[in-house]
């Protein structure tokens, strides 16, 4: 004769969730200084001009990085947000308005 028994768990868990509220404050102090940066070129702005009238103007600034700001001159009215501007390499850019040739000038620094 066999019995069988059937048994039956059930386990209820109450989880509780705790938050802690922590103030910290951190001190920092300043270091020692650091190595010095390699020299660089002097601050300053070339400005290029453009006079024979052209779709695309071609910029070697020669900072051996990218610039830090373009500015471009059509007719002495400033078209930087209207034109299309490629860099090449660290030294080098473009400028191009599209099918219409244009005189004036760009302001890198």
Request: aromatic share 8%; proline share 10%; charged share 15%.
């Amino acid at each position: 004769m066999s019995e069988e028994i059937f048994l039956q768990v059930e386990q209820v868990i109450n989880e509780v969730q705790i938050e802690q509220i922590v103030n910290e404050i951190e001190i920092a102090y300043p270091g020692p200084p650091g190595p010095p940066g390699p020299s660089g070129t002097a601050g300053g702005s070339q400005t290029f001009t453009f006079n024979t009238p052209s779709t695309s103007w071609p910029v070697p600034h020669n900072y051996d990085r990218d610039p830090i700001s373009i500015l471009v001159f059509v007719n002495e009215e400033d078209v930087t947000g209207e034109t299309l501007i490629t860099l090449i390499d660290s030294n080098n850019f473009t400028v191009d308005f599209g099918s219409t040739p244009e005189v004036g000038r760009v302001v890198v620094s």
